[in-house]
Nanobody, 116 residues
């Protein structure tokens, strides 16, 4: 089992920045992909970005050029640097870990609110 704990959400004005962090514990050797998803009210959960153990990132078109995903040196952490935030980025952001087992673990979510 893998447990994920997110931090770093909050309220920011449009054009501002936030950095989300997610730390994994448990059977982290089974992880081969970590990522961030978001869910806005009334909408389905969607992929924001993910990154392999080897550091290869993948981004949703809506965040390319504004968000950067990275992994920590210990590989059990993942970060999301969010710049040039827009009101439409407002959502609950969830950390995800995917891998062998199969593994598909989710964090509890952190609220990001961007005011116009």
């Amino acid at each position: 089992q893998v447990q994920l704990v997110e931090s770093g959400g909050g309220l920011v004005q449009a054009g501002g920045s936030l950095r989300l962090s997610c730390a994994a514990s448990g059977t982290i050797f089974s992880i081969n992909l970590m990522g961030w998803y978001r869910q806005a009210p009334g909408k389905q959960r969607e992929l924001v970005a993910d990154i392999t153990n080897g550091g290869r990132p993948n981004y949703a078109d809506s965040v390319k050029g504004r968000f950067t995903i990275s992994r920590g040196n210990a590989k059990n952490t993942v970060y999301l640097e969010m710049n040039s935030l827009k009101p439409e980025d407002t959502a609950v952001y969830y950390c995800n870990a995917y891998g062998y087992g199969p593994l598909n673990a989710w964090g509890q979510g952190t609220q990001v609110t961007v005011s116009s």
